[in-house]
């Protein structure tokens, strides 16, 4: 199977079974490909709402305005932009075995999934580390807001990394 792209004698039912046989090569028959893209929809769904609604908690109550919770809302941002963007330009090629979005929007999902991604292990240890000074640290800690400045620094890290700054 070649690529017809340019090929003005190609027909619409060519077109359609070179589709068919793509989604044959990836391995997948139908009902479990319905499956797959079901539950993918819905592990999307979950994870845009589910930080989205610590995001707006965030927002909204004063109380959750402490420095550990600094840490989650960033790792829940993170998270959002993951499941917002990454995993849905992701779910064709996984489903299909191709990448049919072009080659400029697969070096920007690259881009944005390191980054993404390796903002949230930063997050994940941030909170880790956080969490390990609380309980050794209990009644030295200071709890000042210095910490969030190591927060913002993580994306700044992120992006570092990412772009070889």
């Known amino acids: 199977m070649g690529n017809h792209h340019g090929d003005p004698n190609m027909t619409r039912e060519h077109t359609v079974s ?3 046989a793509v989604r044959r090569d990836s391995g997948f028959a139908a009902p479990v490909l319905a ?3 079901l539950m993918m929809v819905i592990l999307i769904t979950v994870i845009v709402c589910g930080n989205a609604l610590v995001i707006v908690a965030f927002k909204m109550d004063k109380s959750l305005r402490k420095q550990s919770n600094y840490f989650l809302l960033n790792l829940a941002i993170s998270d959002f932009l993951v499941g917002a963007f990454c995993i849905p330009v992701y779910i ?3 489903l ?3 990448w049919m979005l072009g080659k400029g929007l697969c ?4 881009v944005v999934d390191y980054l993404l991604c390796t903002a949230s292990v930063f997050n994940i240890v941030l909170i880790s580390y956080d969490r390990y000074l609380s309980v050794t640290k209990a009644t030295a800690r200071n709890l000042d807001f210095s ?3 190591f927060g913002n620094n993580i994306w700044n890290a992120t992006q570092s990394r990412t772009f070889g700054l």
Request: no cysteine.
């Open 18 to 20: 070179n589709w068919t």
């Open 35 to 37: 499956l797959l893209t």
């Open 92 to 94: 064709p090629y996984v």
């Open 96 to 98: 299909t075995g191709k």
């Open 107 to 110: 070096k920007l999902w690259l």
């Open 147 to 149: 910490h969030l400045v």
